[in-house]
């Protein structure tokens, strides 16, 4: 296991657990981190590994009409997802840096994008298939006032991997952030508190049984109609 604290001017990729340590101590001088996943994978359908303790593991799937069995959440809605929770765990990070005594209470989240399919069917020269314009909307129950969530968005933006790494492949992500209302029995809420009572224990779902109802990820339709979007499910 490298050394928890590194001379200047070295630079050591650290482990996970050794990342939630540097990401939360300033002194620490882990200047790199290597994120790796390992999947099985047979036709539209892939199982992906996280290689965490614990074994989480989660399947990556397309709708019966696009070629896959409908077992889990496509490829388009798990990046929207991936955004939804790096955001999240970077805004609780940086409360608890301001010190907010109830951090930023509960929050939901709606993420959109769309994207040009003649990009994915590959069949325009000079179109790719990457999403144009993603926007995500955090809806926050907190004491904050609405130029304090403005301020808090600009230093997600900066500071979550996910939303840089978006932003640096030149498309168009929003983050906007409101102080609002949030049903803390819905259904989602319900079957989070359940996860959180598991304490991590057992295998890791990316969307619990009973979840996709709630709708928390959508892709835009951008072919008025018709064939549905590679990554849109049925």
Known sequence: MPPPFLQPGQQQACSAVERCR???NPCCLHLSYAARVTAYGEGAIALV????????SFVVDESQRLGGMGLGP?????LLGALIGCTQYTASMIAKERGLPAGLGAM????????????????????DARFRRIALKGTLDTELEQRELDSLAGQIEARCVVASTLKASGMDLSLALHKGAVD???????QLHALSGRGGRGQGHAVPSGLKSAKLLS????????????????
């Open 22 to 24: 540097c990401v939360t």
């Open 49 to 56: 590994d996280s290689g965490e303790e614990g074994g989480q």
């Open 74 to 78: 496509n490829p388009l809605q798990l």
């Open 108 to 127: 939901t989240w709606e993420a959109d994008g769309d994207l040009d399919l003649r990009g994915v069917r590959g069949d325009t020269p000079g179109v």
């Open 184 to 190: 803390h029995s819905c259904q989602p809420a319900c």
């Open 219 to 234: 892709v835009e339709r951008t072919d008025g109609g018709g064939e549905a979007a590679p990554g849109q499910q049925g």
